[in-house]
């Protein structure tokens, strides 16, 4: 399980980089192994404001559909638009090429709810 140091993490298995004021989100490592093979990525909020927590869009693999949640307050201001002809580049590079947006974050200094990479390691093995 490939787990960067340096990001931070969710409860619900996305990845968080906080960088002046904006946020890049995708989906850990851990969580790509266990969906398997990603089909489409739904992002239905571009442009909207989204509470911490709340559905920002789906990501849906051969066998299942999950849901993604906001893991910090903002507005969605970009999305990867790779993944709409590509959508396995989250399967092949979730912390790269397989980024899924961008948040123009509320409160850049809120961490409130995000993991270190230790910490995150702890939890899924705990799981």
Known sequence: MNVPEGLLY?????????EEGKAT????????????????????TLDEAVAQEEVFGTVEAVKTV???????AGTVAAFNELLEDTPEKVNEDPYGDGWMIQIDLDD?????GLMTASEYTAFVEES
């Open 66 to 72: 999950s849901d993604l949640f906001m893991p910090l």
């Open 10 to 18: 969710t409860k619900d298995h996305e990845w968080v980089k906080i």
């Open 25 to 44: 989100v995708g989906i850990t490592d851990f969580a790509q192994g266990e969906l398997g093979d990603i089909v489409y990525i739904e992002i239905e």
């Open 108 to 112: 850049p200094s809120n961490r409130e």
